[in-house]
């Protein structure tokens, strides 16, 4: 993916970022920070801090706009038939 603004950062637990690695999806990792800077702008959410215990995707709540809390989580798994989706 191209991007003309610096990426954010976005942390990984260790358990997926070396499943990730292990499943040859090197480019996953170093697109996921453009793939939830996309996801926030498109779905006008703000992408919290991920959570720790996850194992097989990126997981981390999500607020909406105004603050409120969006009720669920964002998800983006390293699978190129997986696609990100919020969910209650």
Partial sequence: MSTSAP?????????????????????W??????LVAGLERDWQITVGRPYDDATEAFVA?????????????????PSPAARPRCSS
């Fill in 61 to 77: 709540r999500a607020t909406l706009a105004g603050g409120s809390l969006a009720g669920g989580t964002l998800a983006a798994a």
């Fill in 29 to 34: 990792i170093e697109d996921l920070p453009e």
């Fill in 7 to 27: 990426r954010t950062p976005v942390a990984l637990s260790p358990v997926v970022r070396n499943k990730a690695l292990a499943a040859g999806a090197a480019d």
